[in-house]
Every structure is written in C-alpha cells, then in structure tokens.
C-alpha cells in the first residue's frame, strides 16, 4: 500500500509488505551478469528508525493495515496528506475489532512511559528534573485518554515522527561538527604538552597526513550520468555502453517497491566514498566517510526528489536524468576542501568543555569532600566501638575480681563458709 510506503519510508523504514508489479528489464541486458544479487523484499526487516515508540509506531500501522476501508482511503494518500492529519478522521470508520487492538497498543505504551519516566525520576533523585523533556515523551499520544485510541492519536503519531524524523539529518550534521571541532581541541591540547622541536615534528606530520588525504582520484557528482555509469560498470558489471536509467533504477530498487529510498541512494555512492576513504589508512576518518555519504544522499535527493517525500519513484529519476546538470555536472567538493567551523566556534566550544570539566570537577570536589566526611565518621565509630569495648572489659574484669572472695597471707580463705 503506498499510504504505509511514504509512511515508513518517510520515517526511514523499508516497507515489507509491499510487492509492486514491474516490467521485466530488457531483454539486451543480460543479469547473470549483475554482481548485485536480487533481495526477496518480502524478507526484508525494517530496521529502527531510533524514535523512542519505533515499536510502537511499528505495531499502529501493522493493524491499521489490517482493516480493508482504511487500507483503501489511504491507497492513493500523498505525503502532505498523511503529514496533514486529515486522513486521521478515517480511523472512526475502522472496525470494532482494529479499534479495541489499537486501545490495547495504546495502554501498553502509556504503561511503558509511566514506568520509564518513574525510572528517570527515581535516577534523578536531588540533582534536578527537567519537566518539559519529561512531558515530551508524550508528544506521540494523547495522554489525557490513556485507554482509547482516537483519531487524535493516529495525528498525534504521525506528527511526531515527521516532525522528529525531519531533524533527524540535522542532528547528525551537528554532531559531525562537534565531532570535528572535539578532535582539533584534543590535537592542540596535545600540542601544548609538547616541546617546541616535538611540537614542530608532530604539525609537520599533520600537514603531511592531510595532503596524503586530500590526493584521491577524482570523485564524480553524486547522482551524474558519469558516477551512475561507474556504477553500473563497476558494481553491476554491465557494458557502460548500454547504460540505460530506466534498468539502473530497477537494478538498484533493491526490494523491489518501486521506489529508490535513503539507503537504497546511500548505496550508490559506495565506490566513490572508496576513492577518499580506506579503513586501513591512518589519515582517513570513516566518521568523515559517513558524513560525506550523507551529504551526497541529500544532494541526489533535493535534486530529484521533486515531491520531497524522501522517496524517489522511476519517473522522478528518468526527470532527473534529462536535465543539462545530468550530463555536464559541477565537480563534487569533497569535505577535505571545507571547513566545518571556524576559529570563533571552535573558542565557543572550548569554552563550554572548560564549563562542563570545571562542572565535573567540582562535582568530583564535593564527592570527594563526602567521601572524607564518611570516612571520618566512620574512624569516630570505630573509636568509639573501641572504647565501648575496653569499657566493657573493663566492667567483666571487675565483675570477676568481685566474684572471687579475698586470700589470708598463706593463701587460704580468711573465711569459710559454714557447713
């Protein structure tokens, strides 16, 4: 169903369920010669897409797919439809026995919340609760009616995970810059433990591992009629000759759906990312390889992705292959001719490190401090259990000298008892 394709997809999911019918590839194109082998998408898993109710999201499609009336409204839904919410007043016309499944789903995931956010907050303890990402973990729901299921729900859903699911590249790309700034604070801090000839030594190996990074081969323009067919010659061993787009795009539909989706594309620049990036050199980064793989995957996908549901069909793609950028592309520049942050940033992000350590640190003090308060009152008590014990003994010895009647001078009793 396509609804249930641009949703998951749209969330970073590779649909299962979903056979579309296709043309055979040309007959002139023989495929024992393809070195990609055919995937059964009906055996493909969709991976996480690392929201925290994945699972959830997962189980609410999976049984609303389940009811013939929804299943067909949502058939020839688009992107901006699901994305509207609109089509969530469809969910008051599914059966009784979808609607009391989706209820069950929703409890469970109000229970598992509750019991998460108990968790949080017994983690917390006295160092301070942050309510509002707190309440977040229950912006995919609404809480308010935590038994039944509504339309509100379903909305609620698919807003969140668009929304969420639409930050998701940025986040990397700032994470990636953290990264890069991080590794150049620890290199100058490192320089500056350093004498000056071992100092000179080290920058001078620097400089001479960058060049040694930035002398690849030429890396084609993602998406160019020129890496394509590197593609097709390199990994799919056809003749360049009879490169044609239509059979490329279903070579590469890996799980036959129709669609060339995010990892689909990803995979396409594999043996560009190899002109750049070996595992085995110790001047290339495979946190930068992963980073230029993304950016070479939002490249295609402004390009051709004209709806901009994260999806790229067949028509979309032969589009793409028509225009002048097709054929007489602009060089690609790879991250080693960019700079990710400048001398500002990197102060700024020195700064808030010397903020947190100073933060960890005087944590540590207090701790510390702590740990020589418990370890004094622990040598009181045992001064004190000592002392109790010598008094104790004490208290036994006398007890025992005043039990054992007095000796004359030749050691016999000075009194008896009488019989």
Same mark, same amino acid.
């Given at each position: 169903?396509?609804?249930?394709i ?17 043309e ?25 897409t690392?929201?925290?109710?994945d699972?959830y ?7 609303l797919?389940?009811?013939?009336h ?10 901006e439809?699901?994305k ?7 969910l008051?016309?599914?059966?009784h026995?979808v ?9 469970q ?15 917390l303890?006295?160092?301070?609760i942050?309510h509002h ?5 229950f ?30 590249d940025?986040?990397?790309?700032e994470e990636?810059?953290?990264y890069?700034?991080? #590794? @150049?604070? &620890?290199?100058?801090e490192?320089? *500056? ?6 100092r000179k030594? =080290? !920058?001078? %190996?620097?400089?001479?591992m ?12 993602p998406?160019?009629?020129d890496?394509?067919k590197?593609v ?11 490169f ?6 279903k ?14 594309l990803?995979?396409?620049?594999? #043996? @560009?990312? &190899?002109?750049?990036?070996?595992? *085995?050199?110790e001047?290339?980064?495979m946190v930068?390889? =992963? !980073?230029? %793989?993304?950016r ?11 709806n ?6 067949l028509?979309e ?18 991250m080693?001719?960019?700079?990710f ?12 490190i ?7 640190k ?7 401090k702590?740990?020589?308060e418990?370890?004094?009152?622990h ?9 109790y014990?010598?008094?104790v ?8 000298e ?9 050691g ?8």
């Open positions: 169903m396509r609804w249930r641009i949703l998951l997809q749209y969330c970073f999911l590779l649909v299962s369920c979903i056979l579309t019918a296709l055979a590839v040309p007959i002139d194109i023989d495929k024992t010669k393809v070195k990609t082998q055919p995937v059964d998408s009906a055996k493909i898993e969709p991976p996480d690392g929201l925290y109710y699972e999201l997962k189980q609410v499609i999976d049984v797919e389940t009811d013939n929804f299943r067909e409204k949502l058939q020839k839904a688009d992107i439809e699901i509207s919410g609109r089509l969530s007043k469809e008051d016309l599914v059966s026995h609607r009391t499944k989706l209820d069950e789903l929703k409890r995931e109000v229970a598992r919340l509750r019991m998460l956010i108990k968790a949080k907050l017994d983690s303890q006295d160092t301070g942050d990402a707190l309440l977040k973990q912006d995919h729901l609404n809480h308010l009616n935590p038994d039944k299921f509504e339309s509100t729900d379903l909305d609620m859903l698919i807003k969140a995970a668009t929304s969420d699911l639409e930050h998701y940025k986040t990397r790309h990636f810059k953290k890069e700034m991080m #590794k @150049e604070h &620890e290199r100058r490192y320089l *500056k433990t350093l004498n000056e000839e071992k030594e =080290e !920058e001078s %190996r620097f400089e001479e960058r060049k040694k990074h930035e002398n690849h081969p030429k890396v084609n323009h998406g160019s009629k890496q394509l590197e097709w010659e390199e990994t799919d061993g056809l003749d360049p000759n009879d044609d787009p239509k059979t490329f795009f070579l590469h539909d890996v799980n036959n759906d129709g669609f060339l989706d995010e990892q689909e990803e995979a396409l620049f594999t #043996k @560009e990312l &190899e002109k750049v990036y070996d595992p *085995k050199n001047e290339d980064d930068e390889m =992963e !980073e230029e %793989r993304l070479m995957r939002e490249h295609v996908m402004n390009e051709v992705d004209a901009k549901d994260r999806l790229v069909t028509d793609f032969l589009k793409a292959t028509e225009k002048k950028e097709f054929l007489e592309p602009d060089s690609w520049e790879t080693d001719q960019q700079q942050f400048t001398e500002e940033e990197l102060k700024e992000y020195e700064n808030l010397s903020l947190q350590e100073n933060e960890l005087k944590k540590a003090d207090e701790l510390q702590q740990k020589e418990l370890q004094r009152q040598d009181q008590l045992e001064a004190q259990k000592q002392e014990h010598q008094v003994q004490q208290m036994e010895q006398k007890k025992l005043q039990e054992i009647p007095p000796s004359g001078p030749g016999k009793l000075k009194f008896e008892p009488r019989m």
